[in-house]
């Protein structure tokens, strides 16, 4: 019985251990930070982005729109050149915005920053800036990343 408990002590101690060396602090917070982030409503204007794929190309359009904080965007397919999605560029964001972000794409998320996609006409992803920060945001297509469908939010 003694050694049975020793060897639980020792198990215990390499597990604590291993998560004292898995878990940096900077980790920690982020994921604290991804739980704490909510779907934030849209509380102003819903503007509107076409996603479009036609024989001069796959483009957002308009790729440059500003608005206000608390404002959405839907993003609408036009046309039958899909699939389309929005994935936001998270190498500058801080990690509480890219939470926000992501609980703001709602059940529409693919993965963190990353819309699911549209697939035919008239399919949409609506995606709220409540509670996300004034600044540019950077996103793109995922599927037509390489053929330059690109765009920029500014929040103001
Ligand atoms: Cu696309």
Request: net charge positive; charged share 15%; glycine share 12%.
């Amino acid at each position: 019985m003694q050694f049975k408990g020793l060897a639980l002590v020792a198990g215990a101690l390499v597990l604590g251990t291993y998560g004292l060396v898995g878990a940096t602090p900077a980790a920690a917070r982020a994921t604290v930070a991804a739980q704490a982030a909510k779907l934030a409503p849209i509380t102003g204007k819903t503007w509107e982005v076409k996603m479009v794929g036609d024989a001069k190309g796959y483009r957002f359009e308009p790729a440059n729109l500003t608005i206000k904080a608390g404002d959405g965007i839907k993003f609408v397919m036009v046309g039958s050149q899909g699939p389309h999605n929005v994935a936001f560029d998270g190498a500058k964001l801080a990690a509480p915005v890219k939470a926000q972000l992501t609980a703001n794409l709602g059940t529409q998320k693919l993965a963190d920053l990353m819309s699911a996609m549209t697939l035919k006409e008239g399919d949409a992803i609506t995606i709220s800036f409540a509670k996300i920060p004034a600044g540019t945001y950077t996103y793109n297509c995922t599927p037509h990343l390489a053929m330059g469908m690109k765009g920029v939010i500014t929040v103001q």
